[in-house]
């Protein structure tokens, strides 16, 4: 059969069987239920054998069948009690999205005596459906101008349920200047946005609100969206300016061009309304404007034509500043500018015969420039002096009158300054004397007298371990004060750790970018770390090189998972505890012990508990893995509650491993049995663990002890003197593990390991140092620690 032609023959099938119904004289009846939707599963719909007439022995034996056209059926029949149940859960919206009645038509056939009776079951809708909208957030654009009683249509929310649960209700958060009118359309409401207050753009641009609808079910839903009201500036302010009146003194030498004021007025709108523009009234002296104008945008007054004190001894502007705003505001501000009479005849500076550039080896007594100063003034006004600004590697030389030579005074380094701005100033006698100066700059040529430098003398790379073949690791980087050729530099890698296997075989260096590449993946658990050299070498004749020392560390990857235990097992079996019923809060079931081959926090583990829903019994310890009772038993507790315990370490991402638990309640003590509990017990009740614990607290002890009494004597025999000369040296770690040793004047520092669980230390100030060290490691996967004692004692800095 085609899926064409399919309901077509279910469509016959069913005419055909009704049709043998009638003419095999079956009886059809109907009955009707109603339930609630989301009901659990096995809740009774009725009684279908009473509702039949019928005995539990006469419905066995009658065939009673249920059927419907749903998937999956919803609904069975316990042939036992005759009740009619649950088998499947209901959700109303899904069944009947957008319907005021919903129900599910069945039928129960049964075959002695013939009969099929017809069932409805009416599903009622529960408050399971908060309501919601379509957006989060809904956006208003309103004018500052707006009138009062301006209304808003908001958005509708939408509720699943129907009914009384549907919307009832919305609600505005509190505001001053909104509120809501809400209006019944049928089966819906709808909110509008009513102005209650009017707006002002300068006090409050934005206004955040919150709408929120309720429903009508018990216990109360609801759901919220937000609403921002942007208000659209209208212009209602006019430009001022800071002050009034502006009081300028310009010399009468002033050049054209010169700014001598800017103006500043604001406006509060924004926008256009806010975008201010300058300009000058044609008022006061008449040729004010011709000597004078304003740039429109920046408000700059600036000097237009010569201004001469015998002319003019002052000048009055009117400065106007106008918005853009369709209907333009303008405020206004006067500027007096008075007229000082000077020198108005400044010497004039050339420059000729400018010898750049020069080379930094260049002698002393070298000329550079030529200078000649001139001066349009007259008498004692047209005499000049000439010198040189500030300290530099020249020196001004008088040849003849007013010509003058530029030579070199002292050592240059283009390192240290690759050009030099020279000043010449030049001043004439007057009363008061005007003075003009010059600018020349004097560039200086390279040698190649410096070697590549890098920024440290070493570099620490950190490398995650597994990274790719052929990424790059790091990029050294060389500096050549020198330019050009002299700075051009080549990087190489040199072999020059014997111990070490050979460096090219696991890098690469780019000579031209600095760039180190990995030539193979680094295992942590392998190798730590390693050194080597990159040398730098410039392009210069000859050419200067230099080294830096480069420390690569990998770093540990969390690539192993935790790993459970004995007596448990994680790989899919069950294991079991058993706890008696009259087991207190906090009564100890089990213990969960686990352990990660990674380091640092990527072994740090923690221990979660997952149990059946609705019971709330256990708990367990996150660092422990203690697992036990919360409270008390209760005759509804389960016998048996299957746990499953989660351990998962630190890293990123985080791995884990699981473990499940059986705990059987039992009603006697004498019936506990575990397999913690009943693990074997070895003869030797203490463990290895414990002595190497001892000794080494025992070994430390006495070592303390000796060099306090070997430091007490050494110090009895000198004086307070021969101690003041020395500081305490410190031994510190260094993030690749390596030691250092130094001195440091009352500095104190923790010895440490980042392999390590844990490390103590004891110091010392000076004149003597002792650290003692005390590591406890775990080996591997096991669940095994060995003790290291490290003890470090220095007597007036020397390390022993």
């Not at 002695?112 to 957030?137: G, K, M, Q, T, Y």
């Not at 008498?379 to 007013?402: A, E, H, M, V, W």
């Not at 190649?448 to 950190?462: K, M, Q």
């Not at 706890?579 to 809060?585: D, H, K, M, N, T």
Request: proline residues 5%; charged residues 20%; glycine residues 4%.
């Amino acid at each position: 059969v085609s899926p064409e032609t399919l309901p077509l023959q279910w469509d016959n099938i069913w005419s055909l069987f009704f049709s043998l119904l009638c003419l095999c004289e079956w009886s059809v009846a109907q009955i009707s239920y109603s339930i609630f939707e989301e009901v659990d599963k096995g809740a009774a719909v009725g009684n279908l054998a009473k509702d039949l007439n019928l005995s539990v022995q006469q419905l066995q034996s009658a065939g009673l069948q249920i059927t419907s056209g749903y998937k999956p059926p919803y609904f069975d029949i316990n042939l036992e009690s005759g009740v009619l149940f649950v088998s499947e859960r209901i959700d109303r919206e899904e069944l009947c999205p957008n319907t005021v009645k919903c129900s599910l038509n069945i039928e129960a056939i049964l075959s002695n005596p013939r009969s099929l009776h017809r069932i409805e079951v009416v599903i009622n809708d529960i408050n399971d459906n908060a309501p919601s909208f379509l957006e989060d957030i809904f956006t208003i654009d309103m004018s500052e101008s707006s009138y009062v009683g301006e209304r808003y249509p908001l958005p509708a929310a939408q509720d699943a349920d129907t009914g009384s649960n549907s919307v009832k209700s919305y609600k505005l958060s509190p505001n001053e200047h909104f509120s809501t009118d809400v209006s019944s359309g049928g089966d819906h409401l709808s909110a509008e946005l009513v102005l209650q207050k009017a707006l002002d753009r300068e006090k409050q641009s934005v206004i955040k609100l919150t709408l929120t609808a309720v429903d009508g079910g018990k216990p109360v839903r609801s759901g919220t969206m937000q609403i921002f009201v942007n208000v659209i500036d209208v212009n209602d302010n006019t430009p001022s300016f800071s002050k009034a009146l502006h009081k300028v003194i310009v010399s009468e030498s002033v050049p054209i061009g010169t700014t001598i004021l800017k103006l500043n007025a604001t406006d509060l709108d924004e926008g256009s309304n806010s975008d201010v523009r300058y300009s000058l009234l044609k008022r006061g002296n008449v040729d004010s404007p011709e000597k004078f104008i304003v740039i429109p945008e920046s408000g700059e007054i600036i000097v237009k034509g010569n201004l001469d004190y015998e002319e003019s001894t002052a000048y009055e502007l009117r400065v106007r500043a106008s918005d853009q705003g369709a209907s333009p505001r303008s405020g206004y501000s006067k500027v007096l500018l008075e007229i000082v009479d000077v020198n108005d005849n400044a010497p004039q500076i050339s420059v000729t015969s400018l010898m750049s550039p020069v080379k930094e080896n260049a002698e002393i007594g070298t000329v550079v420039a030529l200078v000649t100063v001139t001066d349009k003034d007259g008498g004692q006004n047209g005499l000049t002096t000439c010198k040189l600004k500030d300290s530099i590697p020249f020196k001004l030389k008088s040849n003849y009158r007013n010509y003058y030579s530029i030579v070199v005074n002292g050592q240059l380094d283009r390192e240290t300054l690759s050009q030099y701005s020279v000043t010449i100033i030049a001043t004439d006698e007057g009363s008061p004397p005007l003075s003009s100066s010059a600018v020349i700059t004097v560039h200086i040529s390279d040698v190649n007298d410096n070697a590549p430098s890098f920024p440290d003398g070493y570099i620490n790379i950190y490398v995650k371990e597994n990274s790719k073949v052929g990424d790059i690791i790091t990029k050294v980087t060389a500096c050549d004060a020198d330019t050009n050729e002299n700075a051009k530099l080549t990087y190489s890698l040199i072999e020059n750790y014997p111990n070490q296997f050979s460096i090219s075989t696991v890098l690469n260096i780019n000579s031209e970018t600095g760039d180190i590449i990995s030539l193979q993946s680094f295992n942590y658990e392998e190798l730590k770390m390693f050194h080597f050299k990159v040398q730098a070498t410039d392009s210069g004749v000859p050419p200067l090189s230099s080294n830096v020392t480069v420390n690569v560390l990998i770093l540990d990857e969390n690539d192993n998972s935790p790993t459970i235990l004995a007596p448990y097992s994680e790989h899919g079996s069950v294991n079991s505890e058993s706890i008696p019923y009259s087991a207190e809060a906090g009564y100890f079931v089990a213990k969960i012990r686990a352990v990660d081959a990674d380091s640092g926090y990527n072994a740090l583990l923690s221990y979660h508990l997952s149990e059946p829903k609705g019971n709330n019994l256990f708990r367990i310890g996150t660092s422990t893995g203690e697992i036990r009772t919360k409270r008390r038993m209760s005759d509804n507790d389960l016998k048996t509650h299957p746990l499953v315990v989660l351990v998962s370490d630190n890293g990123e991402p985080s791995l884990s491993a699981t473990v499940s638990i059986d705990v059987v309640v039992v009603e006697s003590t004498a019936e506990i049995q575990t397999q913690f509990r009943h693990m074997p017990v070895k003869e030797d009740s203490f463990s290895d663990l414990n002595l190497y614990l001892l000794i080494a607290i025992v070994s430390v002890s006495v070592i303390f002890l000796l060099s306090l009494i070997t430091l007490i004597a050494v110090r009895c025999h000198r004086t307070d003197g021969t101690f003041s000369r020395y500081s305490a040296p410190m031994i510190t770690t260094h993030p690749d593990g390596s030691w250092s040793y130094s001195k440091a004047t009352q500095q104190y520092d923790v010895c440490f390991s980042s392999d390590t669980l844990k490390s103590d230390v004891v110091v010392f100030p000076a004149p003597y140092y002792i650290c003692i060290y005390i590591c406890r490691e775990r080996a591997s996967r096991l669940p095994r620690f060995k003790i290291r004692i490290i003890i470090f004692v220095s007597v007036n800095n020397e390390l022993l």
